[in-house]
């Protein structure tokens, strides 16, 4: 009829994007990309570095969206692409499968070792996505990611050196901390779908608490490795950073998450002024 809507081709395009949790894809990709840049990696090497971990992202977050559609209608997750009818599940699985076709050999091109590495933590993440989300060991993969992906990069440079013992560390404690954050709005939810993951099982008051904790461990691990000045008033802006997250956390659901970002694009920061020493 004259003046109704009519479907659009954007329309399943916009819900990939909305799909591929566009924020953590991009903030992920732009932190590895700029700490490849930092430590030396050329300008192809760089762009290869974006567009492995592009991919991998990108995959993931399509996965996720896939496996947790029945979830999501169950509890009527209307901000989910799917529940919302923009994008179907099977297009979403499709492009999730596409992306990690395409992940593994942009992953190899930054060397066999680095590679394999960054693969680890795509793999850690789908393993999230397809089942251990429900488990007491749930931030396992996320720890493991993060720790992989500054090695990923190190290992890529010329001559592939080995990364610092610091450098994963605090990746891994970065990832503990940004699982608990970005799985804390969605408590309530996972708990009525059935899903028992580590969060789920400490509850919305004790995640909040704890979110902190392994953020500024990773930033202290940071200014430990190679202390001055201004890794001391990185740590203490980071520390802050994070109590703030923890307390709009009662208003604002996603503020721990959104802190965790923040303090690990001021943990790349450090890095980045440390440039070469990551080799």
């Not at 590495?117 to 850690?124: P, T, Y």
């Not at 970002?261 to 001021?266: E, F, H, N, R």
């Amino acid at each position: 009829m004259p003046g109704l809507p009519g479907p659009t081709p954007c329309r399943p395009l916009l819900g990939l994007v909305r799909a591929c949790h566009p924020v953590p894809t991009a903030a992920v990709t732009l932190l590895t990309t700029v700490l490849a840049a930092s430590a030396g990696q050329d300008r192809t090497g760089c762009l290869l570095v974006a567009a492995a971990v592009l991919t991998g992202q990108l995959s993931v977050g399509w996965c996720n969206d896939a496996v947790d559609a029945r979830r999501d209608r169950a509890a009527r997750r209307t901000d989910k692409p799917v529940v919302a009818g923009l994008v179907t599940e099977r297009a979403v699985r499709s492009a999730s499968l596409a992306a990690l076709a395409l992940c593994v050999p942009l992953s190899l091109a930054c060397g066999a070792l680095a590679g394999a590495v960054h693969l680890v933590a795509v793999g850690a993440a789908w393993a999230y996505d397809l089942g251990v989300k429900g488990t007491a060991l749930s931030w396992l993969p996320y720890a493991v990611g993060f720790a992989a992906l500054p090695a990923f990069v190190v290992l890529g440079l010329p001559g592939g050196p080995a990364p610092p013992w610091w450098l994963p560390a605090a990746g891994a404690l970065l990832g503990v901390g940004a699982h608990l954050g970005n799985v804390l709005p969605d408590i309530a939810d996972d708990r009525a779908t059935g899903v028992r993951g580590w969060p789920q099982r400490l509850g919305p008051h004790r995640t909040r608490l704890l979110t902190p904790v392994p953020l500024v461990l990773a930033s202290a691990v940071l200014a430990v490795a190679r202390p001055d000045v201004a890794g001391a008033a990185a740590l203490t802006v980071a520390a802050l950073t994070a109590a703030a997250g923890t307390v709009l956390g009662r208003r604002r659901p996603r503020a721990p998450f959104t802190a965790a970002i923040a303090v690990a694009g001021l943990d790349v920061a450090m890095l980045v002024a440390r440039g070469t020493a990551l080799a």
